[in-house]
């Protein structure tokens, strides 16, 4: 009996793979990164820490996902890009499991490291993959739906993880459940096959990188070899980098400004519910502006709804107005990589993806590792406000700077010379 999802336009049958592959944003994102969130202020309250040390708790993750961005293009050339998103995975799942056992700081510490590596890996190769995937859908839903993932996992945690209360080990132990889950789910999602004899057809022809076949041989091209080009792209990863030091402090902190204005239990649980759905929903809103409109204006305009979503919480302490804030940040601060994703697949060569997506990983890595730290420190003498307001004003700088942001002629020309006609009518 005949696979009824693979049957369709082709943009229908790559839905089904970007979806599970998806999990990966889902486990390394939404359950590793923004879940802890979740528990930040009980964790607050129970190991006395200040604003500042729950920030570097935050930090931690941020830079063993800048190391995990760094390390990411060398293992790809020893274990292919599949291969690097399966284990990458199953590491955040033991990340989150250790993250269970110990109330120490160091331990926790080092347990936010190694979950912010291991998401490096799944966030980078699953991009090249879901890029793949674009390409053959001629479409750019693959790469919307897989950053929507990350949807999936803040809803998981928003559900699950405040009515434990005061039961971290639990709701750690939990989170790692369902990474491990996620994992077992996402395995076939990375087609290694295909890799795999793209590899050894290379191997065969005694070539650094396989040739000839789009679906074969393009992969193994894109996993062994590439070259990085930021500097074509300057204004864009400017704007990355105020986007990732801004994003990560409103929703590291939204749980503890909700603590400090009382929010009850419910108020909570809606609002991380409904900035979950909101990601889940956001490609329904972004897909075609990233595939369509020109330039960075996609880029551009979910900066600025970005920046203005997190000033509205500071408006009025009113749940519906913190509710509002919630919903508008979820359905526009993952669309940002969504974009910058696009905006790289459409201005570099498919050899240079795996490589290009890890340096721009390196930057936003580098944004959110001293995002909340500094943030933290900002509150500790101020207020949780403080946190937002962060937020805030670093996505509207980004949004002004990638409105004047236009890839160079260089990045431009280098694409059109390397890309297929094929690969050029999806931009």
């Known amino acids: 009996m005949p696979d009824l999802l693979a049957i369709g336009t082709p943009a229908r049958r790559e839905t089904w793979p970007a979806a599970r592959l998806a999990l990966g944003t889902a486990s390394a994102l939404g359950l590793a990164r923004f879940a802890y969130g979740l528990l930040l202020p009980a964790m607050r309250d129970e190991l006395h820490w200040s604003l500042a040390e729950a920030g570097a708790m935050s930090a931690a993750n941020g830079l063993g996902y800048l190391l995990g961005a760094l390390a990411t293009p060398v293992v790809v050339r020893r ?27 160091p331990v926790l510490l080092a347990a936010r490291a190694a979950a912010g590596v291991a998401g490096a890996a799944v966030f980078v190769t699953g991009g090249v993959i879901a890029s793949r995937l674009a ?89 062994t070899a590439g070259r990085v080009h930021v500097r074509p792209l300057w204004g864009i990863a400017l704007a990355y980098l105020l986007f990732a030091a801004g994003y990560i402090t409103y929703i590291t902190f939204l749980s503890a400004y909700l603590a400090d204005r009382h929010a009850p239990l419910g108020q909570v649980v809606l609002t991380w519910t409904a900035l979950g759905l909101a990601v889940v929903a956001a490609p329904a809103l972004w897909s075609r502006p990233t595939a369509e409109w020109p330039g960075t204006r996609a880029l551009a305009v979910l900066l600025g709804l970005l920046g203005g979503g997190a000033a509205l919480a500071m408006t009025a302490p009113a749940p519906p107005v913190i ?45 959110q590792t001293a995002g909340p730290w500094l943030a933290g420190l900002v509150a500790d003498h101020t207020s949780t406000a403080a946190a937002l307001a962060w937020t805030a004003i670093l996505c509207a700088a980004a949004a002004v700077i990638a409105a004047f942001a236009n890839p160079s002629r260089r990045a431009r020309a280098g694409s059109a010379e390397k890309t297929s006609d094929a690969d050029a009518s999806t931009r």
């Open 79 to 105: 274990l292919g890009t599949a291969a690097t998103f399966r284990w990458g995975m199953v590491l955040t799942a033991l990340a989150l499991a250790v993250t269970a056992t110990s109330d120490a700081y």
């Open 135 to 223: 390409v053959r859908a001629a479409s750019g839903a693959p790469i919307t739906v897989y950053f929507a993932g990350a949807g999936l996992g803040i809803l998981v945690g928003g559900a699950g993880i405040p009515p434990l209360g005061d039961h971290l080990h639990l709701a750690w132990a939990g989170l790692g459940v369902a990474a491990g889950l996620a994992a077992l789910l996402s395995w076939t999602a990375a087609r290694a096959d295909g890799e795999a004899h793209a590899r050894e057809k290379a191997q065969a022809r005694g070539e650094a990188q396989a040739g000839g076949d789009a679906q074969t041989g393009g992969e193994a091209q894109t996993a």
């Open 323 to 367: 509710l509002a804030s919630a919903i508008l940040y979820g359905a526009t601060f993952m669309g940002v990589p969504a974009a910058v994703t696009a905006l790289i697949k459409a201005n570099t060569p498919p050899a240079d993806w795996t490589a290009t997506l890890a340096a721009f990983t390196t930057i936003f890595a580098g944004g």
